[in-house]
C-alpha cells in the first residue's frame, strides 16, 4: 500500500498527556503512545471510554497539545500540519452550520481556503454526488436524517482532499443498519481517494470491518495494550461481515480489550 | 394552462388556510370589543372610567377625517409622527450601539467578562427615572430627550443578547474552525455572527414594544402637545377620556408594526430558522 520512503502519515513516540498537571485533579490521559500510521492506511483506534482515544485523536488534529513527547503529521509538528490544512476532521455529531444549506457546508473549507466560487460550487457538487447526495445540495442540514447529515460532514471533510481523514466516533449516534451502510460507503471513498484515515470508534465489529491495523488502548492510564495487523483483504464487503476470518478478529480483539480491563 | 390553474387552486387553498388560521383571532377581538361595549352599556360605566369603542371609534375618525383634508391637521397624527420617530431613532441608535458594542467586545472575552455585571445591573435599573434628568439635559421640547431614554432602555437587552449569541458558540462548530485554521475574522463572520443572529432578533423583538413605551412615557414627564404621551396626559385632565383612548390606540398600532417589522427582517435574515420553527 505505501513505500517504505514515504514520510509516515503520523509518527507518534513517548507522547504523554496530562490534563490539569501537578493538581489534585490531575488525569493521565495518555501515558507513553508509541506508533506509526503510513500513508494510505486506514487505522482504527478502539477502547472503553476514558482511554483517551479521543484525546489522541485531539492531539493528531492540533485541537490540544501534548505534554510531552514527539508527535509529527506527514513529517511536521501537529501545528504546521493543521496550518497547512493536512487533514480533515469528522465528529460524532455532524456538526453542521445550520444556517447554511447542504452545498454551502461543504463549501466552508474551500471558502476559508480561498477557493473562488465557481470552483466552490462545483467541488461540492462532486463531493456531495460522491456522498450520494447530489439532490440535496439547496437543502438546509435539519431537512436531512442523522446519517445523511453525517455524509454531508464527510463530504465537508474530504473537500479540500486532505492527506488525512480524522473520524472521532463518526457512526456512534446511528442505528446499527445506517451504520453498516456507512461504513461500506466509508471503505469505497477510501479506497476511490486513497486518504490515510484515523478512525476512532467502540464497535469491535467497525474496528475490524474497516481497518488494516487496529490499535487496542485501556484506561487508567490511557495507554496502547496492543496494535493488531488485519489481513482480511479488501474490498470488503457484506460477505467480510460473515467469513471466519472475520469472527476470529473480532474475537481476538474482544479478548485483548477484555485482557487489558482486567488487568 | 394546467400549471396555471394548479399555481391557482394552491394559491386559494392558501387563502382558506391562511382565514382558518386567523379566523379565531379575528372573532376574539370582535368579541372582545362586543363585550365591551355591552358592559359599558349594561353597568352604566361613566365615560370617564371606560368609554365605549364606538366612541373611541367616532373620535378615531373625526381626526382621520381632520388629517385627509388638506387645509387642516390633526394634532392626534402629528402626536403620532413625532412619537414614531423618538420610538424609532431611540430603537436605532439604542439597538445599533448596543450590537455594535457587543460585536467590538466580544473580540475581548476579558473585557466582555468585566462588563456582563454592570450590562446586568444596568438592564435593572429603572431607566425612565431619567426622563426629567434628559429634560434638563436635551431641552423637554427636543426630541433626542426621548430618543436618548428610548435608545438606554433598549441598549442594555440588545448588548447583552448579543454578547450571548456570540460567545454562546457550540465547541465542535468552532473547533472545526480552527482545523482549517481560519482567521479570527472569518470566525466571527462564519460562525459567531450567524449563531447569534437568532439571540440579537429576540432582543429586537423585545426591544420594539420598550421602545414604544419607553417614548410614551418619557413623554408624561413633559414634551411638546404633539406627542402621544402629552396628548393622553391633557386630554385626560380634560376629561375628554375618549381622545386620550385615541392617543393609546395609535400607540399600539405603531407598537405591533414595529413588532411586525422586526419579525419580517427576522424571516428574512434567518431563512433557515423559521422553517426550522415551521416544521
Known amino acids: 500500500m505505501s513505500e517504505a520512503s514515504e514520510i509516515p502519515a503520523i509518527y507518534a513516540q513517548g507522547v504523554n498527556k496530562i490534563f490539569n498537571p501537578k493538581q489534585e485533579n490531575e488525569v493521565v490521559a495518555l501515558q507513553n503512545i508509541n506508533f506509526e500510521a503510513q500513508q494510505g492506511e486506514f487505522i482504527s483506534l478502539i477502547g472503553p471510554s476514558g482511554c483517551g482515544k479521543s484525546t489522541l485523536l485531539r492531539l493528531i488534529a492540533n485541537l490540544i497539545d501534548p505534554t510531552s513527547g514527539i508527535l509529527q503529521i506527514n513529517g511536521k509538528v501537529p ?5 497547512d490544512r493536512d487533514y480533515g476532521i469528522v465528529f460524532q455529531a455532524a456538526t453542521l452550520y445550520e444556517w447554511r444549506t447542504v452545498s454551502k457546508n461543504v463549501q466552508l473549507p474551500l471558502e476559508v481556503m480561498g477557493y473562488s466560487k465557481q470552483k466552490r460550487q462545483r467541488r461540492a457538487q462532486e463531493m456531495l454526488e460522491m456522498v450520494e447526495l447530489g439532490q440535496f445540495g439547496n437543502h438546509y442540514p435539519w ?8 455524509r454531508v460532514s464527510i463530504a465537508r471533510a474530504l473537500a479540500f482532499e486532505p492527506k488525512l481523514l480524522l473520524m472521532d466516533e463518526p457512526f456512534g449516534a446511528l442505528d446499527e443498519f445506517t451504520r453498516e451502510r456507512m461504513n461500506m460507503e466509508l471503505l469505497r471513498i477510501w479506497e476511490t481517494t486513497h486518504v490515510t484515515v484515523v478512525f476512532v470508534t467502540h464497535s469491535i465489529s467497525e474496528a475490524v470491518f474497516m481497518s488494516n491495523r487496529i490499535v487496542v488502548m485501556s484506561p487508567r492510564p490511557g495507554r496502547i495494550t496492543e496494535i493488531i495487523e488485519n489481513d482480511i483483504p479488501y474490498p470488503r464487503n457484506n460477505d467480510t461481515r460473515e467469513s471466519p476470518e472475520f469472527f476470529q478478529k473480532v474475537t481476538e480483539v474482544r479478548e485483548l480489550l477484555r485482557d487489558a480491563h482486567e488487568v | ?149 428610548v435608545a438606554i432602555i433598549v441598549f442594555f437587552p440588545t448588548m447583552i443578547n448579543t454578547v450571548r449569541g456570540l460567545t454562546l458558540v457550540d465547541e465542535r462548530q468552532l473547533e472545526l474552525m480552527h482545523s482549517y485554521a481560519a482567521t479570527p475574522f472569518k470566525i466571527l463572520f462564519s460562525l459567531r455572527i450567524p449563531n447569534a443572529l437568532p439571540y440579537i432578533f429576540s432582543a429586537l423583538r423585545v426591544a420594539s414594544p420598550l421602545s414604544l413605551i419607553g417614548a410614551v412615557v418619557a413623554e408624561f414627564f413633559g414634551g411638546p402637545r404633539a406627542t402621544l404621551g402629552v396628548f393622553i396626559t391633557q386630554e385626560a385632565s380634560a376629561f375628554d377620556f375618549a381622545r386620550a383612548w385615541t392617543a393609546i390606540l395609535m400607540a399600539s398600532l405603531i407598537g405591533i408594526s414595529f413588532y411586525i417589522v422586526v419579525l419580517i427582517a427576522e424571516r428574512l435574515a434567518m431563512p433557515w430558522y423559521h422553517e426550522q420553527q415551521n416544521l
Do not use: H
Request: aromatic share 12%; charged share 15%.
Open chain 1, 143 to 150: 431537512q436531512l436524517s442523522g446519517g445523511m447529515q453525517q
Open chain 2, 1 to 149: 394552462m394546467a400549471t396555471a390553474n394548479q399555481q391557482e387552486e394552491t394559491f386559494s387553498k392558501r387563502s382558506i388556510d391562511a382565514m382558518r388560521y386567523y379566523f379565531p383571532t379575528i372573532m376574539v377581538a370582535i368579541s372582545v370589543l362586543l363585550l365591551w361595549e355591552f358592559l359599558v352599556v349594561i353597568f352604566d360605566i361613566q365615560q370617564f372610567l371606560l368609554p365605549k369603542p364606538s366612541v373611541i371609534l367616532g373620535k378615531f375618525m373625526e381626526e382621520v377625517d381632520l388629517f385627509l383634508d388638506p387645509d387642516s391637521s390633526s394634532l392626534l397624527f402629528n402626536a403620532t409622527r413625532a412619537t414614531f420617530y423618538e420610538a424609532l431613532g431611540g430603537f436605532i441608535i439604542g439597538c445599533g450601539s448596543g450590537i455594535l458594542l457587543a460585536l467590538i467586545t466580544a473580540r475581548w472575552t476579558v473585557l466582555t467578562e468585566a462588563m456582563m455585571p454592570f450590562a446586568i445591573a444596568a438592564n435593572s435599573v429603572p431607566i425612565i427615572a431619567f426622563a426629567p434628568i434628559m429634560n434638563n439635559w436635551f431641552g423637554i421640547t427636543n426630541p433626542f430627550s426621548k430618543m436618548a431614554i
Open chain 1, 79 to 83: 501545528e504546521q500540519a493543521r496550518l
